[in-house]
């Protein structure tokens, strides 16, 4: 017998129980990855999300053992409140016996209850959360190469090269005021970033949502650091770079857009080669840096391979879609 309770409020013993079904998980199907600490995890669990709220549920076993979890993102933005993304662990001992399978039923009403017509969750290629979106209805919508670059060996002399008209800027955490609303704009651009057969809707950047979205890493302990190509009056690029809090080895990659009208000149290289130099000088414990791209996004593509970054491993988007009567 399996119970399926919300886990509401987040106390710190459920937060330490989630956390130990998802590393064993992690540990399971990803053994080389880093895993996350407790204090990140209990930070996910806590702090608020940026138009998104989340639900959460504990799955346990008659001796009150935690053996699977699962989190639910409701978007709430305009352009995404039609949109859920699902995330779901079973202990590896546990698995197989119908937890899983528990925990997302619990999941798809909440979701319809909140009228969401896609239920997103991403799973590993070739893992056990492929196999099993596939026996539960969800398609697979988009591919996702995960690609890490060893800083040591990166090659950032792109940094160097002349951009007659532009300049590089950079900060970290919130964006100075003077280039917020230039931000925004250049946020903007994203929205044309590949997103498959994803039911993914867009969202509209202002001055105060990226202000708010640094508000959210920050208030995870997450650091933002972000390096931008400002240029005829306007952004013409950026990268953000996240360290995660307490992270000692890998930093993750964020955003990285060229507007659409500063495009072909090198500047996307431009900016990354700089983001590598900037995060060797500030931050020498780290490592590696990991990017995603999907595969048709070969522009993106050239420009990491071009620094160094080398295929490491794939998952999948995968997508539920929800009956909206
Ligand atoms: C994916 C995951 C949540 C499944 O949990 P689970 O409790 O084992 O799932 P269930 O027992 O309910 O499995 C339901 C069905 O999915 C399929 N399935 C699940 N795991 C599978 C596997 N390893 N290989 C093949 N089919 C599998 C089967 O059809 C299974 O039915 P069956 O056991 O009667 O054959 C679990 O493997 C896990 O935590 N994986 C890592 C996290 C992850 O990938 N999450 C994202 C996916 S939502």
Request: net charge negative.
């Amino acid at each position: 017998m399996i119970r399926i309770a919300p886990m509401s409020p987040v106390s710190a013993e459920k937060a330490t129980a989630w956390h130990a079904v998802l590393v064993a998980s992690l540990a399971d199907d990803l053994p080389d990855e880093p895993r996350p600490t407790p204090e990140q995890v209990h930070a996910q669990l806590t702090a608020e999300g940026l138009d998104s709220r989340r639900l959460f549920w504990l799955a346990t076993d008659t001796g009150g053992a935690v053996v699977g979890v699962a989190g639910l993102r409701l978007f709430t933005s305009p352009g995404q409140d039609h949109l859920a993304e699902l995330e779901l662990h079973v202990h590896p001992d546990r698995r197989r016996s119908g937890v899983g399978s528990q925990l997302l039923a619990v999941a798809v009403l909440a979701a319809k209850g909140e009228r969401r017509r896609s239920l997103i969750t991403a799973a590993v290629d070739g893992g056990p959360g492929d196999a099993f979106c596939a026996a539960r209805g969800f398609r697979r919508v988009l591919t996702l190469d995960h690609l890490l670059l060893d800083v040591a060996r990166a090659d950032d002399a792109q940094a160097d090269i002349e951009h007659p008209g532009y300049e590089l800027a950079g900060w970290t955490g919130t964006v100075p005021d003077e280039l917020a609303d230039a931000f925004a704009a250049a946020k903007n651009a994203m929205n044309d970033m590949p997103t498959g057969d994803m039911d993914y809707g867009s969202q509209t950047w202002t001055a105060d949502r990226v202000r708010a979205m640094a508000q959210v890493l920050a208030d995870r302990g997450d650091l933002l650091l972000t390096t931008a190509a400002l240029g005829k009056g306007e952004m013409a690029g950026y990268a953000e770079i996240v360290i995660r809090a307490g992270e000692t080895r890998r930093a993750l990659q964020y955003d990285t857009a060229v507007v659409p009208a500063h495009r072909g000149h090198g500047i996307g290289l431009w900016i990354k080669a700089a983001m590598v130099r900037r995060l060797r000088a500030e931050h020498p414990g780290i490592s590696e840096i990991e990017t995603d791209n999907t595969q048709d996004n070969t522009h993106m593509l050239a420009v990491n391979q071009r620094l160094g970054f080398r295929s490491h491993r794939r998952t999948h988007e995968n997508q539920l879609d929800l009956p909206t009567t």
